[in-house]
């Protein structure tokens, strides 16, 4: 018999006699130790679960903390419809437009994206501060609403009124425009091609007349600022459209002082006559008998004379070809 046999042999006899003789079997120092462990486990799982159960019914019995903001709702609130104290009234209106201006900034950025240049970021943040004044003084908080989710409509549409109020083409042409411009980007993606004016009036339904009114307001005459930006540089100075826009109307001074010179150098050497035969001839565009009539000359003197002043130029602008 092997030792692992016998010890196995020997631990059953000693149950046996101990269950026999009533004693309990003596337990073996591992098996108490897991015991121990296990009962105190639950000692404490049981103390923890009296504790949750304890701090739970604290908590609900516990009155409801109010945040500063609630708060100042219900004042702003109590005294508006009482209508007392107005200088308390308008400092705690003005402690909830602080609060919330984020949402005022907020949709002001995201609208820009979708407008032109031309209209300032500042405007609109004006145009949406009206409306979120606007939505503090109609807000109702017994409602259960948030009034960020009430703000923002309010903010947009305050936004937008300013915007139309700017544009000097009415609302309804716009949409009407705007019709339009959706009929013709369709037939163009069936086409394949641009639309004619008359395959549009043809899909739009309208009279000649109508369709005739639609595109001449869709066109209106604009406003460009001048001190608009151009285009970037890498200088610090941007460049505007004043700087690139060409004024044909005005001379440019670099072409008017060498027209003064040239014609300078041109007369010079010649008397008074034969330079207002010249002036007056290309100049003034007179005919040679007219120059005659004004310097008491003959008509083919005249012609003489400007043939001798022309040989003479010619001469000298040949000698002076280098310097040119």
Same mark, same amino acid.
């Not at 059953?12 to 337990?27: F, I, L, M, Q």
């Not at 015991?35 to 000692?43: F, I, Q, V, Y």
């Not at 009407?176 to 739009?204: C, F, H, W």
């Given at each position: *018999?092997s030792? /692992? %046999? /016998?010890?196995?042999?020997?631990?059953?006899?000693?149950? +046996?006699?101990?269950r026999?003789?009533? #004693?309990p079997?003596?337990?073996?120092?591992?098996?108490?130790?897991? /015991?121990?462990?296990? $009962?105190?486990?639950?000692?404490?799982?049981?103390?923890?679960?009296?504790?949750?159960?304890?701090?739970?019914?604290?908590?609900v019995?516990a009155?409801?903390?109010?945040?500063? &903001?609630?708060?100042?709702?219900?004042?702003?609130?109590?005294?508006?419809?009482?209508?007392? %104290?107005?200088?308390?009234?308008?400092?705690?209106? %003005?402690?909830?437009?602080e609060?919330?201006?984020? &949402?005022?900034?907020? %949709?002001?950025?995201?609208?820009r994206?979708?407008?032109?240049?031309?209209?300032?970021?500042?405007?609109?943040?004006?145009? +949406?501060?009206?409306?979120?004044?606007?939505?503090?003084k109609?807000?109702?908080?017994?409602?259960?609403?948030?009034?960020?989710t009430?703000?923002?409509?309010?903010?947009?549409?305050?936004i937008?009124?300013?915007?139309?109020?700017?544009?000097?083409?009415? $609302?309804?042409?716009?949409?009407?425009? /705007?019709?339009?411009e959706?009929?013709?980007?369709?037939?163009?993606?069936?086409?394949?091609?641009?639309?004619?004016?008359?395959?549009?009036?043809?899909?739009?339904?309208?009279?000649?007349?109508?369709?005739?009114?639609?595109v001449?307001?869709?066109?209106?005459?604009?406003?460009?600022?001048?001190?608009?930006?151009?285009?970037?540089?890498?200088?610090?100075?941007?460049?505007?459209? &004043?700087?690139?826009?060409?004024?044909?109307?005005?001379?440019?001074?670099?072409?008017?002082? +060498?027209?003064?010179?040239?014609?300078?150098?041109?007369?010079?050497?010649?008397?008074?006559?034969?330079?207002?035969?010249? #002036?007056?001839?290309?100049?003034?565009?007179?005919?040679?008998?007219? &120059?005659? *009539?004004?310097l008491?000359?003959s008509?083919?003197?005249?012609?003489?004379?400007?043939?001798?002043?022309?040989?003479?130029?010619?001469?000298?602008?040949?000698?002076?070809?280098?310097?040119?």
């Amino acid at each position: *018999m092997s030792r /692992a %046999n /016998a010890r196995a042999l020997k631990e059953s006899t000693v149950k +046996g006699v101990a269950r026999g003789s009533g #004693v309990p079997p003596k337990r073996s120092g591992r098996t108490a130790t897991s /015991a121990l462990r296990l $009962r105190s486990a639950k000692e404490l799982a049981d103390h923890e679960t009296e504790d949750l159960v304890e701090l739970t019914e604290q908590v609900v019995d516990a009155p409801a903390q109010v945040s500063p &903001i609630d708060a100042t709702w219900q004042a702003f609130k109590t005294l508006q419809a009482s209508g007392d %104290n107005p200088v308390e009234l308008e400092r705690l209106r %003005n402690v909830l437009i602080e609060n919330y201006l984020h &949402i005022v900034k907020f %949709n002001a950025e995201r609208l820009r994206m979708k407008l032109p240049s031309e209209v300032d970021v500042d405007d609109q943040n004006s145009a +949406g501060l009206f409306g979120l004044m606007d939505a503090i003084k109609s807000f109702e908080p017994s409602r259960g609403v948030k009034f960020e989710t009430f703000c923002a409509q309010r903010v947009k549409g305050a936004i937008y009124d300013e915007l139309r109020s700017m544009d000097w083409v009415p $609302r309804l042409v716009r949409s009407r425009t /705007a019709k339009v411009e959706r009929i013709r980007k369709d037939l163009q993606g069936r086409l394949g091609r641009k639309p004619t004016d008359e395959e549009v009036l043809a899909e739009s339904g309208l009279s000649r007349e109508d369709f005739d009114k639609v595109v001449k307001d869709s066109r209106p005459v604009g406003t460009v600022s001048l001190n608009r930006k151009w285009f970037e540089t890498d200088s610090s100075r941007d460049v505007r459209e &004043i700087d690139v826009i060409e004024d044909n109307r005005q001379a440019d001074p670099l072409q008017s002082v +060498g027209k003064a010179d040239l014609k300078l150098l041109l007369t010079k050497g010649l008397s008074r006559a034969e330079r207002l035969i010249v #002036v007056l001839y290309y100049y003034e565009e007179m005919t040679m008998k007219e &120059i005659g *009539m004004t310097l008491d000359l003959s008509e083919s003197r005249v012609s003489q004379m400007h043939s001798s002043i022309l040989a003479r130029m010619k001469a000298q602008m040949q000698h002076r070809m280098k310097e040119l």
